[in-house]
């Protein structure tokens, strides 16, 4: 068995009037969410594994990737610490943004999501089950406003 790597990336997918992408877990209905996905030992570095899980989960390949250099380190949840080494209680997660011109319709994986949505950012804060991407979509409207592209 190949373990996962105990380090992620989180994709915050907007657009310039910040709105964002959530989509739903289909291994757990109700648990929406921004783009996540574990790295992989063939990904060349954590802005790799943000495009490839954007292009697994999402399907959308135009638009800006920023990573935000911000990290979260958080306990992984005791029903998936079987997908990782022995002894391995925590994971470090690392967020990017990925802004595209305007909504559009995802490409999901069934396996993975069963459905999408696009909301304000504040919606979305309420919507999502994470309390790392809660806090990313906070920091979405602070980020994109400092940079003046915030209406």
């Given at each position: 068995?190949?373990?996962?790597?105990?380090?992620?990336?989180?994709?915050?997918?907007?657009?310039?009037?910040?709105?964002?992408?959530?989509?739903e877990?289909?291994?757990?209905?109700?648990?929406?969410?921004?783009?996540?996905?574990?790295r992989?030992?063939?990904?060349?570095?954590?802005?790799?594994?943000?495009?490839?899980?954007?292009?697994?989960?999402?399907?959308?390949?135009?638009?800006?990737?920023?990573?935000?250099?911000?990290?979260?380190?958080?306990?992984?949840?005791?029903?998936?610490?079987?997908?990782?080494?022995?002894?391995?209680?925590?994971?470090?997660?690392h967020?990017?943004?990925?802004?595209?011109?305007?909504?559009?319709?995802?490409?999901?994986?069934?396996?993975?999501?069963?459905?999408?949505?696009?909301?304000?950012?504040?919606?979305?804060?309420?919507?999502?089950?994470?309390?790392?991407?809660?806090?990313?979509?906070?920091?979405?409207?602070?980020?994109?406003?400092?940079?003046?592209?915030?209406?």
């Open positions: 068995m190949t373990f996962k790597i105990p380090e992620s990336v989180l994709v915050v997918v907007h657009t310039p009037a910040l709105e964002v992408l959530l989509i877990r289909a291994a757990q209905p109700g648990f929406w969410q921004s783009v996540t996905g574990s992989e030992p063939d990904d060349a570095d954590l802005a790799a594994t943000a495009w490839r899980e954007l292009r697994e989960e999402t399907g959308l390949a135009t638009g800006t990737l920023t990573d935000w250099r911000l990290t979260n380190r958080y306990e992984i949840w005791p029903q998936w610490r079987a997908r990782y080494a022995p002894g391995v209680t925590h994971n470090t997660e967020v990017f943004g990925f802004e595209v011109e305007q909504v559009a319709v995802a490409t999901l994986d069934p396996a993975e999501h069963t459905a999408q949505l696009w909301l304000p950012w504040q919606e979305a804060m309420v919507k999502v089950f994470s309390p790392t991407n809660r806090d990313a979509l906070w920091q979405l409207s602070r980020r994109v406003g400092r940079r003046g592209s915030a209406a």
